[in-house]
Structure formats: C-alpha cells, structure tokens
C-alpha cells in the first residue's frame, strides 16, 4: 500500500510540473503575440489602431499638368477661347485635425492662359489655394480623399502673340492682377507618401480691367492632373496579427 502511495504522489507531482511547464509556454506564445501588435514606442496600441490614428502636420511637393482657359462673356458674341495645356508646381501643408479631416494650404506659380482668336495669351500666377480634405479609410497602405476651397491668385507676368501683356486696374491694361475663385480635387496617397491629385478650379472674379461694349466679363478656368510627395511620411504596414496557438497538451509530451 505504502508503494502505491508514493507512486501515485511521485506521479501527481510529475503531472503538476509538466502542466506548468505547458502554462508557461501558452504564456509566453500569447506575450509574443501581443509585442507583435505592439507599436515601436510600446504604446500597446494594435497594428490598427496605429494606421488610424491623428497624422502628423506634413509638407509635401506637387507638379503636375495645367489646362487653363479664359472664359469671355461678350453682348454680341465673336470672341472664342480655347484651353491652352501648361505646367503647374508648388508645395503644400496637411494640417490633420481629425482622422478624417485635414487643412491643406499650398502656394503654387501656375502657367495660365488660353487661344483667344488665334492668339495665345500667357499668364504667369502664383495662386494659393486652401482646401478642406476629408479622407476615406480604405486600406492602411492607401486613402483616397476628396477637398473643395477657395483660391486666391495674383497675375505677376504674361505674354501674347504681339507682344507682353498690360496687368493691372486701369483701362489701358489687358488683364486684372487679383483673381480668386473656388476649387474641387480628388486625391490617392500611397502608403510611402507618394500621391496623386485630379483638380478643377474656376474664378469667380472678373479679370476685365474695365468694362467695353463687347466684352463684358474675362473669368479664368483650370484643370489638371498633379503628382507629389509628402516628406517624412512613414509606412505602415497593417498585417493581421498570427492566429493564436493552441496550448500544447500536457500529456501529450
């Protein structure tokens, strides 16, 4: 009896060792599960929940093509325009002030114009658009976001095909200065920062100098497809974390 005794204790004392053996392996396969999750800065915070949170303030270079055109509005008619393809370049600011939203303030100098009659007219202008961006969150590695704001835009130079043109108020010169207007656009940011802008954008302001008896309004119209990049923009990876292991069997060893 004495023999059964000890051997059923040396036993039970066997068992008790490898199941906490096994406890300590399940432990130590869900710890490394959850560094896993972990951010860098071991904020505990998932995978997910770093790709959603608050960006940081970046800024980021654009290029890109522009098709611009001015619109003449005339009593009797005769004055035709069409749009002119130029170039378009300037930095921008994102400034996330949710998830989802953001305010994006660039300064750009826009190579504007049109074919007025057989005549190319060229202006050169620094235009500094403010959009509001809403962001849709489709993928860690991607957002697709769309924006409308104003526009503000400063004629600084231009050219025709007889020679420079007149800017400023007077009744002498060709075109105003001082343009403003509104605009729309859609963009898709890669995960590296890299993007993709489409835009529209049309003035309201009237770039006639002065009113005549053919010509009553000149409004300016742009279009185009830009490329940028926003600099110091970090990639995450949004990868599912591994399915958990099941707890091996004590017994089983």
């Known amino acids: 009896m004495r023999k059964i ?12 060792l490898n199941s906490q053996h096994a406890f300590a392996q399940d432990t130590q396969t869900k710890s490394d599960s959850k560094e896993e999750m972990t951010d860098d800065n071991g904020s505990g915070q998932d995978s997910t929940a770093k790709c959603c949170s608050l960006r940081p303030i970046r800024v980021g270079a654009e290029l890109g ?73 489709m993928a860690c590695c991607g957002s697709l976001s769309v924006g409308a704001g104003p526009y503000i835009g400063y004629n600084v130079s231009g050219t025709e095909s007889n020679g420079t043109l007149r800017i400023g108020s007077d009744a002498s010169d ?59 923009t970090k990639c995450t990876k949004c990868a599912r974390p591994e399915p958990m292991h099941d707890a091996p069997n004590a017994w089983d060893e």
């Open 174 to 232: 060709d075109v105003r200065a001082l343009d403003f207007g509104v605009g729309a656009n859609v963009a898709y940011e890669l995960c590296d920062g890299i993007f993709f802008r489409a835009r529209y954008q049309y003035g309201v302001a009237n770039l006639l100098p002065e009113t005549s008896s053919a010509i009553n309004r000149i409004n300016a119209e742009s279009y185009g497809i830009q490329v940028g990049y926003f600099f110091g």
């Open 65 to 137: 093509l522009n098709v611009s055109d001015l619109l003449y509005s005339t009593s009797g008619g005769g004055i035709s325009s069409t749009a002119i393809a130029r170039a378009r370049i300037g930095a921008i600011i994102d400034i996330p002030f949710s998830n989802s939203f953001s305010l994006q303030p660039g300064i750009f100098y826009a190579m504007n114009g049109a074919m007025v009659d057989n005549n190319t007219i060229n202006l050169n202008t620094i235009e500094v658009p403010v959009n509001v961006m809403y962001r849709f969150h």
């Open 5 to 16: 005794i000890t051997a059923s204790a040396l036993f039970l004392c066997l068992s008790i």
